[in-house]
């Protein structure tokens, strides 16, 4: 049989086995592609998909907790002063507070709860903290923060 089909194929004029060469690469080629651009298409539509639902999903979660995409820092600069009379507002004790240059360090202490809720304050606020350190001493919760001072 393979001896017919080789003679069958050297009895079709030169131009014509080109032509048909030509058509079976052209052939190989689109199936080839399409086998590469099809799930690479899937994929891409899954892949969409799953955005559009974490997009949802974030939009529906901001709209629930009711504060904004980008944390926006409202009032005056952060500074030693303003970090000490927040502190004592919040009821805390400031046990040190020093600053050279633009580095700030203070330590507080207070019920944990209320630490905890001024740290979650400062960090809403978007104050850039370098350094936290809890301690727990008795029933009171000492915090040491560390962070660069804005400009102001």
């Given at each position: 049989m393979?001896?017919?089909?080789?003679?069958?194929?050297?009895q079709?004029?030169?131009?014509r086995?080109?032509a048909?060469?030509a058509a079976?690469?052209?052939?190989?080629?689109v199936?080839?592609?399409?086998?590469?651009?099809?799930?690479?298409?899937?994929?891409?539509?899954?892949?969409?998909?799953?955005?559009h639902?974490q997009?949802?999903?974030?939009?529906h979660?901001l709209?629930?907790?009711?504060?904004?995409?980008?944390?926006?820092?409202?009032g005056?600069?952060?500074?030693?002063?303003?970090?000490?009379?927040?502190?004592?507002?919040?009821?805390?004790?400031?046990?040190?507070?020093?600053?050279n240059?633009?580095q700030?360090?203070?330590?507080?202490?207070?019920?944990?709860?209320?630490?905890?809720?001024?740290?979650?304050?400062l960090?809403r606020?978007?104050?850039?903290?370098?350094e936290i350190?809890?301690?727990?001493?008795?029933?009171?919760?000492?915090?040491?923060?560390?962070?660069?001072?804005?400009?102001?």
């Amino acid at each position: 049989m393979g001896d017919r089909l080789q003679q069958a194929w050297r009895q079709i004029p030169p131009a014509r086995r080109v032509a048909f060469k030509a058509a079976a690469w052209g052939l190989a080629l689109v199936v080839v592609w399409q086998g590469l651009w099809l799930p690479g298409q899937q994929h891409l539509a899954l892949a969409e998909a799953r955005l559009h639902q974490q997009r949802v999903l974030a939009q529906h979660l901001l709209r629930l907790s009711g504060t904004p995409a980008a944390v926006q820092q409202a009032g005056p600069p952060l500074t030693a002063a303003r970090l000490s009379e927040r502190a004592q507002a919040a009821g805390l004790a400031t046990v040190d507070l020093h600053s050279n240059g633009q580095q700030l360090t203070m330590t507080v202490q207070g019920a944990p709860q209320t630490v905890m809720g001024w740290l979650q304050a400062l960090e809403r606020e978007g104050a850039d903290l370098s350094e936290i350190r809890l301690q727990a001493a008795d029933d009171q919760l000492q915090a040491r923060i560390g962070r660069m001072l804005d400009d102001g």
